[in-house]
């Protein structure tokens, strides 16, 4: 059951990185040129609605990833809570709070880099407005990630009883 469980968490963590994979050099190339015309100007708009659309993509992913991952974990929990495997309950909370401060990082991680990139050719081409829209949504969505990650952790806390020994710290990942 171990092996099966830990398998099931090792895939849930590459999936969730892969759907917060950054933004490859040819991606950003396209966005920069995105018609293939050398003599028609890149429209800033249709870069910045491209960003966004890349960065709530992930966000969404990200939160997605969060609540499945909090609704097996808090399963087993409870299964095991209730067999009166206590120990191996808090190993389990423990992991799965790593996974998700791991998970969340990387998302975050992701949705600065596309911000950044996209905001160094958004102000390349003048379009200042569109920059700061753009940060701000990006700030938005790490938000929306964070709001996500601690939500996760306290209902995985919750399934404990508050005067036993305690969880890892969801903001130690942070540093």
Known sequence: MYVTIRRNFLIAMVLGLFAAAPMEAREIRRIQRPDSRPDVAPDADKIAEECATRIKRIASACVTSHERLTDRCKRLIERLLSIGH?????????????????????????????????????????????????????????????????????????????????????DLARG
């Open 86 to 170: 206590e120990r191996r309950a808090r190993q389990i909370a423990g992991h799965c709070i790593r996974i998700l401060n791991r998970n969340s990082e990387a998302c975050v991680r992701s949705i600065k880099a596309i911000c950044h990139r996209c905001v160094v050719v958004l102000k390349r081409l003048g379009a200042e407005d569109a920059a700061e829209r753009l940060r701000t949504w990006c700030e938005e969505a790490v938000s929306e990630i964070r709001a996500s990650q601690r939500e996760a952790v306290e209902t995985i806390r919750s399934c404990f009883d508050p005067t036993g020994p305690s969880l890892p710290d969801p």
